[in-house]
């Protein structure tokens, strides 16, 4: 069998694979092909070079066969059919190459249209342009485990490996301290980024330094997500406790543009109520505040680091997937614990050691 014959059987099934076209293109439609993508669009939105799709070189079989001239080689009526709805003629890239559907060959622009009238004519705007498209690139999974952090990658194939940031919550739940830290000290860099000379300033005059890590938040969230979750009927819930964090602002004197004493600011009471199970409360006492977590989690969202942001979002999901009484969340929730604790002792050299 010929090349070209190879060719011309793989095109006509290709063509067997199209979705029919509309009478006209009105809009842009992509054909999805085992050779390429093409796309179809008028060719008003053609002209427009500033915000039209990039129109690139149609694959070869498809090009090969839209130029012959013989008989029996170029696009048949049903195939003209399929690309180009009853339009006479159908662009292929640009100006200078038209296909006519009933010479069935590639004509200028020039013959396609005589006398040829002005763009602003609107004379030709839905007739259709075929265009090669780009195929789109598969990005390469990263190799390393802080970029696929940040990327939300599926860098792992444990528990919890699935869910958004889940590269983390896998690191907890395998006891994996030296994973833990390495992607803490990519936020603990982000945060000192951001913070910047402050707070440099700041340890300078306390003469303390402290890292990051996702650990605290982490856990403050799961105890709140697993107070949404309470339920009576599960057993793990039945000496659950309902504990209220309040927090009173501290006031303030306050002065007016005279210099006019103005009276005392400050003083708002915050205050949120907790449902948490006995295995928890000693990680409440370290985590837990009066805005139930809201206030720490806003703070790690503002400094835009995406893998502890995709990780906020994954706990949430994960409490709700799994009940608190299956093995994996126990182990999950002692270890979650454990490392919290650990990071408390050890903040001033959590990613030193």
């Not at 949404?228 to 543009?257: E, F, G, M, R």
């Not at 005392?264 to 000693?282: C, D, F, K, N, Q």
């Not at 182990?331 to 050299?349: D, G, I």
């Amino acid at each position: 069998m010929s090349l070209f014959l190879r060719f011309f059987l793989s095109f006509s099934f290709f063509l067997t694979t199209l979705a029919a076209h509309s009478q006209q293109a009105y809009a842009i439609e992509f054909i999805s092909t085992e050779h390429g993508k093409v796309f179809v669009l008028p060719f008003s939105e053609f002209k427009q070079k500033d915000s039209r799709p990039v129109c690139r070189k149609l694959p070869p079989i498809i090009q090969h066969k839209a130029h012959q001239t013989a008989e029996g080689y170029n696009f048949t009526p049903e195939e003209y059919k399929r690309l180009a709805g009853n339009s006479p003629y159908l662009g292929l890239r640009g100006l200078d190459s038209w296909y006519g559907r009933d010479e069935r060959k590639v004509v200028t622009l020039s013959e396609a249209f005589q006398p040829t009238p002005a763009f602003s004519s609107g004379a030709y705007d839905n007739y259709p342009i075929l265009c090669g498209a780009d195929a789109p690139k598969k990005a390469a999974p990263s190799i390393n485990p802080v970029i696929a952090w940040k990327q939300d990658e599926k860098f792992c194939d444990g528990k919890f490996c699935d869910l958004s940031g889940g590269l983390y919550l896998n690191a907890i739940y395998n006891n994996d301290l030296a994973l833990v830290k390495l992607l803490d000290a990519s936020l603990n860099h982000q945060f000192r980024k951001k913070t910047g000379g402050m707070l440099a300033f700041a340890e300078d005059v306390t003469g303390k330094k402290q890292d990051l890590s996702l650990l605290p938040v982490l856990a403050d969230t799961y105890i709140v997500e697993d107070g949404k979750s309470y339920a009576p009927s599960l057993q793990c819930y039945k000496d659950a406790v309902k504990k209220t964090i309040t927090h009173t602002n501290p006031t303030y004197d306050v002065w007016d543009h005279r210099g006019m004493y103005d009276g005392v600011a400050g003083g708002e009471v915050h205050r949120y109520t907790y449902i948490i199970r006995p295995e928890l409360m000693s990680l409440c006492d370290k985590v837990c505040d009066h805005l139930g977590g809201a206030g720490e989690r806003s703070a790690v969202r503002s400094l835009g680091h995406a893998g502890a942001n995709n990780t906020l979002r994954g706990i949430a999901d994960m409490v709700k997937k799994s009940p608190c009484e299956s093995k994996d969340m126990l182990q999950f929730e002692r270890n979650l614990q454990s490392m919290t604790e650990q990071y408390f002792v050890n903040r001033e050299n959590w990613l030193a050691q």
